[in-house]
């Protein structure tokens, strides 16, 4: 069994190589009413297709080309000089209007919506985005308190040649802008690390000191001790000589006592 491909489009890019003519007008009415087929620009580049532009058929590529960069506004106001839409088509042709409306803007009133799309009812409406959301081409929630649409997603549609030249110098700002932002990025870690570094450095100064006044404190306490001991040692000496004198006077004393009885 073949794998399906990831672009739903590839498939009519692909038939449009043999396709010419009324054929090509078939190709292009299926493709704009097949599911999951959102960007047109790789089928409107074709060259069988580019040759209806010019031919009894251009209503159908000037159709084709609104479904890739217009709207529903563009179709009604083009309406007199473009094909009648199915009911397929003009679903999907309001699909792709509420992803150009999202790209603008993050939240969507219903009160715009109901106008862009030409619908009569909130429950309408409402049934609306929830196919475009299932559909996965924007990704949101309702908000029907405020009656709003807020979008945190939206596919991106087919970029005119037009609009390319806008787009680079777009791109070229952003890039200017990270590149800015990379530099103050780098010069803070720079200035981080700098600072860290002096701080290790005053850190190690303390502690280097610290052990400095402990090393000076034990040698301080050690003198204290050494000559403390140096007082008490002949105060001991003097008492023990003092208790030997008084040992021997009285000794004396005891033998002339006995002498004298004899």
């Known amino acids: 069994m073949d794998k399906p491909s990831g672009n739903p489009l590839e498939q009519f890019v692909l038939l449009s190589k043999t396709a010419k003519g009324a054929a090509a007008v078939e190709l292009i009415k299926q493709a704009l009413e097949a599911p999951g087929v959102y960007v047109f620009g790789e089928l409107l580049d074709m060259p069988n297709i580019k040759e209806l532009k010019g031919g009894p058929h251009a209503s159908y590529y000037n159709l084709l080309n609104l479904f890739a960069y217009g709207s529903c506004s ?12 199915t009911l397929a088509q003009f679903n999907k042709l309001r699909h792709l209007t509420i992803v ?7 939240c969507l009133l219903y009160t715009l919506l109901l106008n862009e799309l030409e619908v009569s009812n909130l429950r309408e409406l409402e049934d609306l985005i929830i196919e475009v959301i299932y559909a996965d081409i924007i990704r949101g929630k309702l908000d029907q308190k405020h009656q709003r649409l ?3 997603y939206a596919i991106g549609r087919d970029i005119k040649e037009e609009d390319v030249g806008e787009i680079i110098s777009v791109l070229q700002d952003w890039c200017s802008g990270s590149e800015a932002l990379l530099t103050n990025i780098e010069q803070q870690v720079t200035k981080s690390n700098e600072q860290k570094n002096e701080h290790m450095k005053h850190l190690q100064s303390i502690e280097q000191e610290v052990a400095n006044i402990k090393k000076t404190l034990k040698a301080t306490h050690q003198q204290d001790m050494e000559e403390q001991m140096s007082i008490d040692l002949p ?7 003092r208790k030997t004198s008084k040992l021997k006077g009285g000794l004396r ?5 006995s002498k004298t009885s004899k």
């Not at 563009?74 to 839409?85: G, H, I, R, V």
């Not at 150009?100 to 993050?106: F, I, M, R, W």
């Not at 004393?253 to 006592?257: N, V």
């Open 235 to 241: 105060s001991t000496t003097d008492k023990a000589g």
């Open 100 to 106: 150009s409306l999202a790209t603008k803007n993050k």
């Open 74 to 85: 563009d179709y009604k106001a083009n309406k007199a000089s473009l094909p009648t839409l």
């Open 253 to 257: 004393g005891s033998s002339s006592s």
């Open 150 to 152: 807020e979008v945190d």
